[in-house]
């Protein structure tokens, strides 16, 4: 967050902006018609994948995971996503120009990019967060708090 102090409402605004821009774009995309409503979805599914589930997994499961793990980690795996389809998705090598004989890597279809961002992301989150310093005692307790909520207080 840029602003952690800001008021409720100007938070909910600015939140409310951020969507209609990421609406806009989406309708944008959609209106050139680069694919079928398969491969844009499919590629959208990759992305998630690549870009957060790692950063989830280990940012619950593993104490050790901190904020440059997770950061780079999403890049990575994005990165790499982003990377194979647009060396192996027909229009996306149009768009950027890609002149190159496509390369598919294992036979994978660019409609399952994300199968190779996910292990990255995993690899980077590790390696990163080893190589920097642990999560505070407090954030650490914090995940703890998430992977076992005291359902003692949620009865009260």
Request: proline share 7%; glycine share 6%; aromatic share 12%.
């Given at each position: 967050?840029?602003?952690?102090?800001?008021?409720?409402?100007?938070?909910?605004?600015?939140?409310?902006?951020?969507?209609?821009?990421?609406?806009?774009?989406?309708?944008?995309?959609?209106a050139?018609?680069?694919?079928?409503?398969?491969?844009?979805?499919?590629?959208?599914?990759?992305?998630?994948?690549?870009?957060?589930?790692?950063?989830?997994?280990?940012?619950?499961?593993?104490?050790?995971?901190?904020?440059?793990?997770?950061?780079?980690?999403?890049?990575?795996?994005?990165?790499?996503?982003?990377?194979?389809?647009?060396?192996?998705?027909?229009?996306?090598?149009g768009?950027?120009?890609?002149?190159?004989?496509?390369?598919?890597?294992?036979g994978?279809?660019?409609?399952?990019?994300?199968?190779?961002?996910?292990?990255?992301?995993?690899?980077?989150?590790?390696?990163?967060?080893?190589?920097?310093?642990?999560?505070?005692?407090?954030?650490?307790?914090?995940?703890?708090?998430?992977?076992?909520?005291?359902?003692?207080?949620?009865?009260?």
């Open positions: 967050m840029i602003d952690p102090n800001a008021p409720t409402a100007r938070r909910v605004m600015i939140s409310k902006i951020l969507l209609l821009i990421v609406a806009l774009a989406a309708a944008a995309v959609a050139q018609k680069p694919a079928d409503i398969l491969f844009l979805v499919s590629a959208a599914f990759s992305f998630a994948a690549a870009a957060f589930f790692p950063a989830l997994v280990l940012g619950i499961f593993w104490k050790r995971a901190n904020k440059w793990g997770a950061s780079l980690g999403m890049v990575a795996g994005l990165g790499v996503t982003f990377y194979y389809m647009v060396t192996t998705q027909p229009w996306l090598r768009v950027f120009g890609v002149t190159s004989p496509v390369e598919l890597w294992w994978i279809q660019p409609i399952s990019a994300g199968l190779f961002g996910v292990p990255v992301g995993f690899a980077v989150i590790i390696i990163v967060s080893l190589l920097t310093p642990a999560p505070t005692r407090q954030t650490q307790e914090l995940v703890e708090h998430v992977r076992y909520p005291d359902l003692k207080l949620a009865k009260a």
